[in-house]
């Protein structure tokens, strides 16, 4: 099967909003009067960003939840994405599960494909994404202030803990496994949260590269600094909280590094002024999102990551480096 | 260095027209009013799309300029892109000459890069182009008609001697390898000539996979067929009007089957009626862009290769397919 066969069979699907689909040299698209487009790129390799052992399906989903997971921290609304793909050959049952993972997600944000380009090399899955947002209504990393609280959307660290029981570096029991598997491989994007956090949030990012990584861009690009709360943070491994976890043997700390560090959970952290907590548990309950509070903006720089006594921590939470 | 540094050291400059440059979840854009954004996404793999020994500011400049072709091949100004690179290590001397390449490109037609991700991993580039186009405006792949002009833009066949001589299948003289070599590794972007066609050609495409094969997309998309002239094909290519030609040894058949079908030409191949002579001459002056009419759109499906004589050519020309 060639290029164009193979863009026909697994990609093409008729245009809806989008002036053109997939075919022409361009697609064209229109955001509506007053509205600004939202655009992100993410890059997703094997080894890097997800297992051989995948099923295609369940990477189809990924590669597009993390691009609209980028929307989702903008309070973007999705559109539509172009797809490049890069595999060593053309593999049909692969493309068969790959494209039904991946439009079964975009079905459900109404996010529509609509160009690309595929070729032969080593497997490489390149997608950007398209969201539209009212002109000056964006989510930044600029806007969190002294005194605002900090949040999180669900749950955080089950991503790395299936990774490093995939690594062979500890064992899961076979409940946590599976629960950490879906967690890893079939990340939720927080795009309704997003949506509703126009207008309350101060600043937002989603957590791809692990929470602390991340919350540093938004106190850099915003000038401030943090105090986290290690427990508040740790609570939230849903793993953790499985009655198989009783036979896991995992120590408090291996759950606490994975949560403020671990990396691949597709939340939102967020910041809010305290006089928005009612507006914040509002958007939870609308967007069908928990949210946790779990820290508080502070003038100092750097960030400050204390136990239930207000003591900091001496441990290093190292972020994940796509380089490192 | 990580990745932000290097997306810091490399790619980072202050933004212009997007309202975000790199550096956020997402960049935004906004179109003026009555514009649509044309979009498109090129991934360019090592082997495939270019040699392991093209030089990296010469890779820079071509990344883009395969995606500018496509924009031109719209009738769309560029704006924006997003870069997408996976690479095995973080390595200096190739990121500063990749980057330099790059951003001339991008400075040269005021296109800005806003955004994108950087992994380890096999070389691997994928850019995301934006141009604007007014509404209704943009050149199609279906508008060619029965009776039309077909015309192509510059030079053809002169990337694809290169790549012959760089695999051996071929030899040429040491000039004729420097101009063909160019051509392969910075291809010229027909911008300025796909914005003047607007209104004046009935439908274009941008020459990538070979004149032919991507001719059959235009072909089909305005259910039509066509008869092209060999011989006038044939002198587009420019590396065999060079006076080390007649030390070349090369065969008529050779360079025929370069620029009908080798393919990276990055030319513009387009229709017009026939009353349009006149205004298809005075674009290619207001472009400073060389056309040349080929052939003609007819009525019966498929293409006609012919020679001076109207005989119909045997000879077969298979399009370049990025999984053959």
Chains 1, 2 share one sequence.
């Not at 099923?55 to 609304?77: I, M, T």
């Not at 009783?246 to 403020?260: I, N, Q």
């Not at 914040?280 to 100092?300: D, F, K, N, W, Y």
Request: contains cysteine.
């Amino acid at each position: 099967m060639g290029e164009f066969d193979l863009i026909a069979r697994y990609f093409t699907r008729p245009a809806k909003r989008a002036a053109l689909g997939v075919g022409d040299d361009c697609a064209l698209l229109a955001p509506a009067p007053g509205m600004q487009l939202a655009v992100s790129s993410d890059m997703l390799v094997e080894g890097r960003h997800f297992l051989s052992t995948v099923e295609p399906a369940r990477l189809g989903h990924k590669a597009l939840a993390v691009n609209l997971s980028d929307l989702a921290a903008c309070g973007a609304k999705p559109l539509a994405f172009t797809l490049a793909l890069s595999m060593p050959s053309v593999d049909e049952p692969w493309l068969a599960g790959f494209s039904r993972g991946l439009l079964a997600l975009a079905d459900e944000y109404a996010c529509e494909l609509i160009g690309g380009d595929t070729t032969r090399g080593p497997l490489n899955i390149c997608i950007t994404v398209f969201g539209e947002v009212p002109a000056g209504a964006a989510l930044l990393r600029s806007g969190a202030r002294v005194g605002d609280d900090i949040w999180v959307s669900g749950t955080l660290g089950d991503a790395r803990l299936a990774l490093e029981a995939f690594r062979g570096t500890l064992s899961l029991p076979a409940p946590m496994l599976k629960q950490a598997r879906l967690r890893m491989e079939q990340p939720t994007p927080r795009v309704a949260l997003g949506l509703a956090l126009r207008g309350v949030a101060t600043a937002a990012i989603d957590v791809s590269d692990g929470l602390l990584g991340d919350l540093v861009h938004v106190l850099l690009a915003s000038r401030v600094g943090a105090r986290i709360d290690a427990d508040a943070v740790t609570d939230l491994v849903a793993a953790r909280r499985m009655p198989s976890n009783a036979e896991s043997g995992l120590a408090l700390e291996t759950f606490r590094t994975c949560a403020l560090s671990g990396g691949d959970d597709y939340e939102l952290a967020f910041t809010a002024r305290p006089t928005a907590r009612d507006a914040v548990e509002q958007v939870s309950l609308a967007s069908h999102t928990v949210v946790t509070r779990i820290g508080t903006v502070e003038a100092e720089p750097g960030v400050r990551v204390v136990d239930a006594h207000g003591t900091p921590l001496t441990q290093r939470f190292p972020s994940f480096d796509h380089f490192g």
